[in-house]
Nanobody
Framework: QVQLVESGGGLVQPGGSLRLSCAAS????????MGWYRQAPGKQRELVAHITRGASTNYADSVKGRFTISRDNAKNTVYLQMNSLRPEDTAVYYCNARAAFNFWGQGTQVTVSS
């Protein structure tokens, strides 16, 4: 059974930082493109960042220069370092593993507010 378990979300003030983690079981993440998506209330789910099997990265324009995606294949875990957080970053953040199949985590809430 495949599981992607996100952690690290929470409440942070504007300008603060959080690091999200996505721990995978049932798959070997090195064989997948791993991504982070987010969904704010009333909005569609959107790609935040992804990292390919070859470690190429891609970011949404809104997070470039502030967020960094990385992977630790030995730990079967993917991370999203989020700096300079803004209120508009508030959303549920989902981990995604994509190859021949597509898997999702249950999401973790990130709230940026003073």
């Amino acid at each position: 059974q495949v599981q992607l378990v996100e952690s690290g979300g929470g409440l942070v003030q504007p300008g603060g930082s959080l690091r999200l983690s996505c721990a995978a079981s049932g798959i070997t993440t090195s064989f997948y493109t791993m991504g982070w998506y987010r969904q704010a209330p009333g909005k569609q789910r959107e790609l935040v960042a992804h990292i390919t099997r070859g470690a190429s990265t891609n970011y949404a324009d809104s997070v470039k220069g502030r967020f960094t995606i990385s992977r630790d294949n030995a730990k079967n875990t993917v991370y999203l370092q989020m700096n300079s957080l803004r209120p508009e970053d508030t959303a549920v953040y989902y981990c995604n593993a994509r190859a021949a199949f597509n898997f999702w985590g249950q999401g973790t809430q990130v709230t940026v507010s003073s």
